[in-house]
């Protein structure tokens, strides 16, 4: 099985917020599996079923009203996150993928554990700690203002400018500037070509300190020794 790091070596995942963009107030991370050798490809069931796997991975989904138990639509201010995430994927150029890559459709399913898992994370701090999902997923922290759309992905997109194409975690390279956010994992999980459905949500945390926001993909991205695209 290959090695999937959708879930990546991330120091910011260790219970601490640390700002990234100041313009945004955003902290974010993409989901890590240094504790999780192989990722488990597991049937999502109606939210996650709570696990633990060594602090960095989160405790799922609680069975109550916040979290969504049908589909979700791309709708009041996730509207426009999958027209976000095409328009990088059609901006890339260095090298530009041949042939193109395919945009990214809107996963009303994807959407609902996004948006359960959220909920959860509001629940406990918003601390960026990665669910047990099957998916690749990106999480991002704001506070000042309320984000749009267009600026999560961006937040998550401007690791490019660090970013040097190769096999992901062999002959890629991310330089230090990107250190606060974890690394370029957000990026190549966004650029990934196998990655076609994407499916979000976010919520205010319990303290009112900001919003986490969740994207998950599928298929998930970011397999070690496999080129982006």
């Known amino acids: 099985m290959r090695t999937h790091h959708g879930r990546a070596l991330n120091w ?7 700002r990234y963009m100041e313009q945004f107030g955003a902290t974010h991370s993409w989901t890590p599996v240094t504790a999780q050798p192989n990722h488990r490809f597991t049937p999502p069931v109606r939210c996650l ?4 796997l060594m602090a960095l991975v989160g405790a799922g989904c609680g069975e109550d009203d916040l979290c969504p138990t049908k589909a979700q639509p791309e709708e009041g201010r996730l509207a426009g996150i999958v027209v976000a995430h095409n328009a990088v994927r059609e901006r890339i150029s260095d090298p530009e ?3 193109a ?7 009303e399913s994807l959407a609902a554990t996004a948006q359960c898992y959220a909920h959860d994370l509001a629940s406990r701090d918003c601390s960026l700690v990665h669910s047990a999902s099957p998916y690749g997923e990106n999480l991002a922290w704001f506070s000042g203002r309320e984000p749009t759309a267009e600026d999560v992905v961006e937040a998550w997109a401007s690791e490019r400018s660090c970013y040097s194409f190769g096999a992901f975690m062999d002959t890629d390279a991310c330089s230090s500037e990107c250190d606060r956010s974890g690394g370029c994992g957000h990026y190549t999980q966004i650029a990934w070509r196998d990655s076609t459905e994407v499916g979000c949500g976010y919520a205010t945390c319990e303290d009112g300190a900001g919003e986490v926001w969740v994207c998950n993909y599928d298929p998930p991205g970011n397999f070690v020794g496999d080129l982006p695209y």
Not at 12 to 18: G, T
Not at 101 to 107: E, F, G, H, V
């Open 101 to 107: 890559l395919p945009p990214m459709r809107w996963s």
């Open 97 to 99: 993928p041949t042939p």
């Open 12 to 18: 910011d995942l260790v219970w601490l917020k640390v």
């Open 49 to 52: 079923l709570p696990v633990v």
